[in-house]
């Protein structure tokens, strides 16, 4: 699993409890994509999109690789 720099300070800055589901969502999936990697057509990367915990997440999984890289995290602003 891997968290590219300029998305860490937005990881980081979540509630903790939002960032502790996150987190356990993002390594369930690395672990899955790690069991699936044989059943998967090499030719990625793939784009995985979901909401975890409120917040939009884009997910690459690049099963040559066999990574899985945060891509896009969005958390919808509260409305007033």
């Given at each position: 699993?891997?968290?590219?720099?300029?998305l860490q300070?937005?990881?980081e800055?979540?509630?903790?409890?939002?960032r502790q589901?996150?987190?356990?969502?993002l390594?369930?999936l690395?672990?899955?994509?790690?069991q699936?990697?044989?059943q998967?057509?090499?030719?990625?990367?793939?784009?995985?999109?979901?909401?975890v915990?409120?917040?939009q997440?884009?997910?690459?999984?690049?099963?040559?690789?066999?990574?899985?890289?945060?891509a896009g995290?969005?958390?919808?602003?509260?409305?007033?």
């Amino acid at each position: 699993m891997l968290i590219p720099h300029g998305l860490q300070a937005a990881v980081e800055g979540l509630p903790s409890e939002t960032r502790q589901e996150l987190l356990a969502e993002l390594f369930r999936l690395a672990a899955l994509a790690r069991q699936e990697q044989g059943q998967l057509p090499a030719d990625g990367p793939y784009t995985l999109r979901m909401d975890v915990a409120g917040c939009q997440v884009s997910v690459e999984l690049e099963p040559s690789r066999s990574r899985l890289t945060l891509a896009g995290l969005m958390r919808p602003q509260p409305l007033e």
